[in-house]
């Protein structure tokens, strides 16, 4: 059983300390509840739920002769505190934890974390599965519970168990109860919520395609734990939480100098439909990935602007490769592209001009200007592009 509690029965705060801004005391989920016990007798509280982000909580304890009443509420003593740190650095002048008043009337406790060990206690009396147990007889009892001890560990439940230790006479109990929420644990991003999302991340396709894959979970954990808190997250509608991962995906290859694989992955998908026939899906994929999503380099306009000219759709791509050309004018594939169009667009001597300026060039991909315009060629012949201006072009490069 975990009993690492610190005692703040007697202990005085400072009404100087200064004030943190990593967390709050929750009054509004505070609980507040009054029983009254037969001599002899045992009772259960159930507090009320402990909010996500709970890292300690504070209870006072009191039990009151008939006619008495409270002083004060546990909440307003905690509004001079700042935070629970400041339970064990209190110094003179400030104020008291515990109650002003209290009966002669006196009880033990225990605290559960879980319902049926709660009502075995109940039952029989066993506190063996208590998380915390108070054996001496108190007439007057507050604690700080910390994130250490093992009642924090089945947020949201709590249960108080009471004995009466009184002979003959009824007693009076009053329990508080106000938690402590760390605003970076209130998102819910525990080290369980933490696995859940790293397991998405290790199912993403680009994962393959990467060299520091560590590096990109950790990022992407950390990205979705900022962007939203643990619940939102699991109440997105399945088409806002792919497009959620799509986008923190993104994010997170920018920052680890990977993005390029991701790209790679769409430029991939395209290929596929383009290398089945499928022209459109393929102009779709590229278009709106790339181009709609301002991910384009040099090399998607190319891509793209071959798709158009299988297709034949050629003034789509003149036009497509001219945007290409603008962003990497040294990239002379472009050129041999045009030249490509205007051989099918029936402009021969506008081609041919641009096969005798660049006839004695290499391209980017290691080929010769010839042996590209060839193999073109070739594959111009196999998709049912019209071949009838070809060997104009190759006399011109002999």
């Known amino acids: 059983m975990n009993k690492i509690l610190f005692t703040v029965s007697a202990l005085l705060f ?21 029983i009254s016990l037969s001599a002899g007798k045992r009772a ?24 008495q009443k409270l002083t004060s509420s546990l909440v307003s003593v905690l509004k001079a505190i700042p935070d629970p740190t400041g339970i064990s650095q209190g110094t003179a002048g400030a104020i008291q934890l515990t109650s002003a008043i209290s009966g002669d009337d006196k009880c033990t406790y225990a605290l559960f974390q879980e319902a049926n060990a709660a009502n075995v206690f109940l039952k029989d009396g066993k506190t063996d599965k208590a998380c915390f147990e108070q054996k001496e007889k108190v007439n007057k009892e507050a604690k700080l519970i910390s994130s250490s001890s093992l009642c924090l560990t089945n947020l949201p439940n709590l249960w108080f168990g009471f004995e009466s230790q009184n002979w003959l006479m009824n007693q009076k109990i009053v329990l508080e109860v106000v938690p402590w ?9 525990d080290k369980t919520t933490k696995n859940e999302i790293l397991t998405i991340a290790k199912k993403l396709p680009v994962v393959s395609k990467l060299t520091k894959k560590d590096q ?12 939203f808190t643990y619940r939102d997250f699991l109440q997105l509608l399945t088409v806002e939480k ?10 997170s290859l920018k920052s680890t100098g990977e993005l390029k694989a991701y790209y790679d992955i769409i430029r991939e998908k395209s290929f596929t439909a383009f290398q089945k026939g499928n022209y459109e899906e393929a102009i779709t994929i590229i278009s709106t990935e790339m181009m709609v999503k301002n991910r384009a380099t040099y090399i998607d306009y190319r891509i793209l602007g071959d798709y158009y000219l299988f297709s034949k759709q050629f ?5 497509t490769y001219n945007k290409g ?3 990497n004018p040294s990239e002379i594939h472009f050129q041999l592209n045009l030249a490509h169009v205007y051989l099918f667009t029936d402009r021969i001597s ?11 060039e290499s391209l980017s991909n290691g080929k010769t200007w010839i042996s590209q315009t060839k193999a073109d060629f070739l594959d111009f012949e196999k998709k049912g592009l019209p071949n009838d201006n070809f060997k104009k072009i190759l006399r011109v490069l002999e």
Not at 44 to 67: A, M, N, W
Not at 216 to 227: D, G, L, R, T, W
Not at 242 to 251: G, P, W
């Open 315 to 319: 003034t789509k791509a003149e036009e």
């Open 181 to 189: 929420v760390d605003y970076k644990a209130s998102r819910g991003w």
């Open 44 to 67: 259960l509280i159930k507090t009320e739920d402990l909010p996500v982000g709970t890292t300690e909580f504070v209870y006072r304890i009191t039990l009151l002769d008939e006619g």
């Open 216 to 227: 990109f979970y950790a990022v992407f954990i950390e990205n979705m734990a900022k962007k």
């Open 14 to 34: 400072s009404a100087t300390f200064y004030a943190q801004t990593d967390g709050f005391w929750d009054k509004e989920r505070a609980t507040t509840k009054e």
């Open 325 to 327: 050309l603008k962003l």
């Open 242 to 251: 792919n497009n959620a991962i799509d986008k923190l995906t993104e994010e």
């Open 350 to 360: 506008e081609a041919k001009d641009i096969h005798k300026k660049y006839a004695h």
